[in-house]
């Protein structure tokens, strides 16, 4: 089951790292490819079978968009709009792998 999950997310991330990079050069495309991502990150726990599949999907496919193409140009643009998805890129799978470390657990206000 859990590697359904973890397909399902790798999917998912791929799916909004795709709508991400093609929307990318709209100001509007850019913010909700942003926000899409930021939301679904919060939303996913994190853990080894959810949220990093999700991190690697969608950097993967801004990895796939940031080689040159056959005619020397690239898909991401080379402006400002650009470089804040690259930024995203790399917030993204940063996140994915913060989810990996476990939470701290405060102590309460234990009186003894």
Do not use: Q
Request: net charge positive; hydrophobic share 55%.
């Amino acid at each position: 089951m859990k590697v359904l999950v973890a397909l399902a997310c790798l999917v998912l991330g791929a799916v909004v790292g795709l709508a991400s990079v093609a929307l990318h050069g709209y100001g509007w495309g850019l913010g909700l490819g942003i926000a899409a991502s930021a939301a679904t990150l919060v939303a996913l726990p994190g853990g080894w079978w959810r949220r990093l599949p999700f991190a690697a999907g969608w950097t993967a496919v801004l990895g796939v968009a940031s080689v040159p193409r056959p005619e020397g140009d690239y898909v991401i643009a080379n402006d400002a709009s650009g470089y804040l998805l690259l930024a995203t890129g790399a917030v993204v799978l940063g996140s994915g792998f913060v989810g990996l470390l476990p939470r701290r657990t405060t102590a309460g206000n234990a009186e003894g």
